[in-house]
């Protein structure tokens, strides 16, 4: 079926550099992209999102690139800070079913002080 | 007021409780989800309100019971759960019901059941 994937389970980054999240996504027909932030104990927080009309978008210290011939999406974020640590989902929302979300399997940011 | 609330916090029940989670928003938002989260897994949707109708039911088992009172008010009936039930349960909400839109998350209701 279709799935919404990462490459990376896991990824430790040094407080100050720049983080990049990758994401790999099967539905062409998904038009809507958005990423979240789940800390422990917590619900996905909304970071960011990007339309399917649109190959990036910039937010505060994040930005989100869509590279729909490959069916690639990434977050990057600038200048990790410890506060960012948690785990990163990607979703996908596709305008046929638009009111399922489809989420990625996680990738853990861990930011080493 | 912009967030989504959930109550409660966290919920003990045994298999043969009766129990209810509660989710509120008063965003003005039409559409209203539960999700389902395992440990280290992402959300899992379950039940999606449109314009307080459910619109989709993703084969959730009967032991779950949505229920939409009114457009800021959503609840998930427990009965007769199993300990596989046991997980983080989300709640959504989004402004519009008709097209693609962010979904804004509750904190959740971590529930065990015994």
């Known amino acids: 079926g279709e799935s919404v994937g990462l490459h990376l389970p896991t990824l430790s980054v040094q407080e100050g550099d720049n983080s990049i999240i990758n994401c790999a996504y099967s539905?062409?027909?998904?038009?809507?992209f958005i990423w979240y932030k789940q800390e422990s104990g917590k619900g996905p927080q909304f970071i960011i999102d990007?339309?399917?009309?649109?190959d990036k978008r910039q937010g505060q210290r994040v930005t989100v690139l869509l590279n729909k011939t490959v069916k690639h999406l990434s977050l990057q974020i600038a200048a990790t800070q410890p506060g960012d640590s948690a785990v990163y989902f990607c979703?996908?929302?596709?305008?046929?079913?638009?009111?399922?979300?489809?989420f990625g399997t996680g990738t853990k940011l861990q930011v080493i002080p | 007021d912009t967030e989504v609330t959930q109550t409660p916090k966290h919920l003990v029940m045994g298999m043969t409780n009766k129990k209810s989670l509660k989710c509120e928003q008063h965003?003005?938002?039409?559409?209203m989800y539960w999700y389902k989260q395992k440990a280290k897994k992402p959300p899992e949707l379950m039940f999606v309100y449109s314009y307080e109708k459910l619109s989709i039911n993703e084969s959730v088992p009967s032991r779950f019971s949505p229920e939409c009172p009114n457009s800021s008010l959503l609840n998930l009936h427990l009965h007769a759960l199993q300990p596989e039930d046991s997980a983080l349960y989300l709640c959504a909400s989004s402004p519009r019901a008709d097209r693609t839109d962010t979904q804004y998350f509750g904190p959740g209701t971590r529930l065990t059941v015994l």
């Open positions: 990007i339309r399917s009309n649109m």
């Open positions: 539905n062409s027909a998904s038009d809507y």
């Open positions: 965003m003005g938002h039409r559409a």
């Open positions: 979703a996908e929302i596709n305008s046929g079913g638009y009111q399922k979300v489809t």
